[in-house]
């Protein structure tokens, strides 16, 4: 049996918290997921995929 990388109590967050957390990554996702529907309506949608997965690349070397 496989055992979770931490228990939610060592975690410190409230379930309140958890939901907002959720709730933000799923709204985040949708309104992005908008602005590229329309900018694959208005450039090639190959373009927009792969700017999007530039970007994402960026992002995560800046925070990494």
Aim: hydrophobic share 55%.
């Amino acid at each position: 049996m496989t055992s979770p990388i931490s228990q939610p109590d060592e975690l410190n967050i409230a379930i309140n918290d958890q939901a907002w957390v959720l709730a933000s990554y799923s709204m985040c996702f949708a309104a992005l997921l908008l602005l590229a529907g329309r900018l694959a309506d208005l450039y090639p949608p190959h373009i927009v995929y792969l700017t999007g997965f530039a970007g994402l690349a960026v992002f995560n070397l800046i925070i990494s």
